[in-house]
């Protein structure tokens, strides 16, 4: 968990390095356009790959379950392997 939170601010401070001197010019509103388009999709990306994962292993174990079931039903009725 501690190495996740170390990789998360390394990303965030990549996202927010451009903006490290702001000159008061009309260019620095582009960049913090960028910066929180950037940060915004980095949590979107976050939480759909958390939702893709927990159906992914869900997936998994509905698979796992219903080959044990499967092959538990043959091994009963004695027609596995013919």
Avoid: N, W
Wanted: hydrophobic share 50%.
């Amino acid at each position: 968990m501690c190495f996740m939170k170390k990789l998360l601010i390394i990303i965030l401070l990549g996202l927010f390095q451009p903006a490290f001197a702001g000159t008061g010019g009309a260019q620095d509103t582009d960049l913090l356009y960028l910066i929180v388009l950037g940060f915004l999709s980095l949590i979107l990306a976050l939480l759909y790959t958390v939702s893709y994962g927990k159906k992914l292993l869900k997936m998994l174990k509905q698979r796992r379950l219903a080959h044990l079931t499967d092959a538990s039903e043959d091994a009963h009725t004695g027609d596995g392997f013919l």
